[in-house]
Every structure is written in structure tokens, then in C-alpha cells.
T-cell receptor, first 114, second 113 residues
Framework: NAGVTQTPKFQVLKTGQSMTLQCAQDMNHEYMSWYRQDPGMGLRLIHYSVGAGITDQGEVPNGYNVSRSTTEDFPLRLLSAAPSQTSVYFC?????????????FGQGTRLTVV | DQQVKQNSPSLSVQEGRISILNCDYTNSMFDYFLWYKKYPAEGPTFLISISSIKDKNEDGRFTVFLNKSAKHLSLHIVPSQPGDSAVYFCAASEIQGAQKLVFGQGTRLTINP
């Protein structure tokens, strides 16, 4: 099993450009999330989804869009990149279970906006 | 407002000794707590978790302790090994499912031979 796959691994954008970070999971998980990690900080939630067609905002959603048309895929769109969006982005998936469970993370996408 | 805090940015421990990583939280609605380990250029990997109905969970060399009254949890690694050198993140969730994890800032653990 591949688990959670993120593409690309690295990306450099110019200010104002748009792009989509791809995330796919092959574990049939209901839940998927996007986080960003900045130096000296933990991971912060951008957007999440509890199933196909259902998305919601996390702690830092501004400047990002998401959609979930299938269980497997959860792309993150940067509409107009800004230097403040320079970060490492992680996609995660998890399943619904009583009592709590862990999230599985992808390898990350390192994005630099110049 | 940081709901999950790891106040020690770094920790250095001798190989074979015990490593203790600490985490504090402020949101009393959190009911599930997790520890993740992260190597450079990789995604976080799940290590161990604990539900709020328990005060201890053990998995091999790793034990997590939860003190709900103090809103504090800790991760014990015994014995520490060089491969344990990594950044450790504490995370918490207030609902079933891990789609909305709140992370601490991380603690960089270095195991010295």
C-alpha cells in the first residue's frame, strides 16, 4: 500500500501564481486533512474533509481552497500565492472509529513563494 | 492562543537512559491524545496514543501518561536508542476521528552515544 501520497515534493512559485497540491490515499479513509508546518511551530490545520463532498475550514484557511469529489483525493489549491504561504504542507487521512484513532501523513510538499 | 504546548524545544539524553517529553494543554474538551515522531524531510509518523478515559498506555519502549487534572501528558522512552533522535510532536483531538488534530510546537530529541 502506498498510504498517503503527495505531489509534488518541492515547488517554487512566484507571488501571484496559482497551483494545486495533490493528495491521494489508498486506505479508503473517510477523513482527510491539510496542515502546514512553519519553523518553530507545530502543524496547523488548513482545511479538512469528513467525506466526499464535505469540507470545512481549519485554523488557517485563508488563501486556500479545497474540494473532495472522491474518497481518495483531496487537492489543496493556492489561488494567488503569497510569500507568507512559504511552508511545508502535509496531507493526512484517518478513519472514523469510536474512541479515537491516529492520522496517517504523507511525505510533505515543500513550497517556496518568491 | 496555543491550546497544546511543548515547552522544551530540545532535549538531549544519553543512550540507554530514559527520555521524558512533556506536553500541556488548555482545552478541557480534548479527549484523545497522540504522539508523533518526525524525521527531517519526512511526514510525521504515529507513535502512541491515549484516550482521556485512561491515565497510561504502554507500547514496547514507549509509555504515555495522562494527568487530566493537570492537563498534562508525557511520553517516556526507555531505554533511549540513537534511532529515537527526531522531533516529537504532541497532538490532541476533541472529537472522534483524527481529522482535526491540534499540535504542539515539537521537541527535538537527541540521543547521544
Amino acid at each position: 500500500n502506498a498510504g498517503v501520497t503527495q505531489t509534488p515534493k518541492f515547488q517554487v512559485l512566484k507571488t501571484g501564481q496559482s497551483m494545486t497540491l495533490q493528495c491521494a490515499q489508498d486506505m479508503n479513509h473517510e477523513y482527510m486533512s491539510w496542515y502546514r508546518q512553519d519553523p518553530g511551530m507545530g502543524l496547523r490545520l488548513i482545511h479538512y474533509s469528513v467525506g466526499a463532498g464535505i469540507t470545512d475550514q481549519g485554523e488557517v484557511p485563508n488563501g486556500y481552497n479545497v474540494s473532495r469529489s472522491t474518497t481518495e483525493d483531496f487537492p489543496l489549491r493556492l489561488l494567488s500565492a503569497a510569500p507568507s504561504q512559504t511552508s511545508v504542507y502535509f496531507c493526512a487521512s484517518s478513519y472514523a472509529i469510536l474512541g479515537g484513532t491516529e492520522a496517517f501523513f504523507g511525505q510533505g510538499t515543500r513550497l517556496t513563494v518568491v | 492562543d496555543q491550546q497544546v504546548k511543548q515547552n522544551s524545544p530540545s532535549l538531549s539524553v544519553q543512550e540507554g537512559r530514559i527520555s521524558i517529553l512533556n506536553c500541556d494543554y488548555t482545552n478541557s474538551m480534548f479527549d484523545y491524545f497522540l504522539w508523533y515522531k518526525k524525521y527531517p524531510a519526512e511526514g510525521p509518523t504515529f507513535l502512541i496514543s491515549i484516550s482521556s478515559i485512561k491515565d497510561k498506555n504502554e507500547d514496547g519502549r514507549f509509555t504515555v501518561f495522562l494527568n487530566k487534572s493537570a492537563k498534562h501528558l508525557s511520553l517516556h522512552i526507555v531505554p533511549s536508542q540513537p534511532g529515537d533522535s527526531a522531533v516529537y510532536f504532541c497532538a490532541a483531538s476533541e472529537i472522534q476521528g483524527a481529522q482535526k488534530l491540534v499540535f504542539g510546537q515539537g521537541t527535538r530529541l537527541t540521543i547521544n552515544p
